[in-house]
Every structure is written in C-alpha cells, then in structure tokens.
C-alpha cells in the first residue's frame, strides 16, 4: 500500500513564499513521477509541477519562474518551493505519485494567498 503524506501549507501575504513537502511511503517503483497538482474552488485540478526520478521537471506555464519541484528519492520525498506567490495560487495542493500505470494521491494541503 502506498501512502503519500504531505505537509508546509498555510496562509500567506502576496509575494511570500511556501515550501510544500511529501512522503511517500510503500513498496514503490524506483523509477517514477512525483508532482503536485493543485485545485481551486470551483475549476478543475491543474498541474503544477512534476519531476522524474532522473530528475526531468516540468511546470505549468502560470508558475515556471516563482516554483521549484525537487526531490530526495532516498526518502521518496518531493518537495515544492512557492516564491512570489500571488492570490491566485490559492488552492489545495495535492501530491501525485505515479509508476507502472499506477496513480496514488496525498489528501491535499491548502494554501492561501492573500492580497
């Protein structure tokens, strides 16, 4: 069983900045996809950022440059550096973890911008 527990939201003023953590714990797959998504009320759940076990990334467009993913595959750890952050980066955060066609998910941690 795969569990994924994340940590670091909170609520803060624009243009600070959040570390996000998550742990994944299990019998996982050493090569794999960690990332994080994020939803706001009432859209759908967004890509944020996600790395490779070799350490590829990737970013959506609204955050590359203010966001960093990275990560401790020692731990299976993934980490989300937020800097300059805006009200609009409001939402829950959820961990993805993803090997072999599988998809697990942490229960998400919020982060409140506020203006």
């Known amino acids: 069983q795969v569990q994924l527990m994340e940590s670091g939201g909170g609520e803060v003023q624009a243009g600070g900045s959040l570390r996000l953590s998550c742990a994944a714990s299990?019998?996982?797959?050493?090569?794999?996809?960690m990332g994080w998504y994020r939803q706001a009320p009432g859209k759908q759940r967004e890509l944020v950022a996600v790395i490779t076990s070799r350490g590829n990334s990737n970013y959506a467009d609204s955050v590359r440059g203010r966001f960093t993913i990275s990560r401790d595959n020692a731990k299976n750890t993934v980490f989300l550096q937020m800097n300059s952050l805006k009200p609009e980066d409001t939402a829950v955060y959820f961990c993805?973890?993803?090997?072999?066609?599988?998809?697990?998910w942490g229960q998400g941690t919020q982060v409140t911008v506020s203006s």
């Open positions: 993805n973890l993803q090997f072999i066609g599988r998809s697990y």
């Open positions: 299990g019998s996982i797959f050493s090569i794999n996809t």
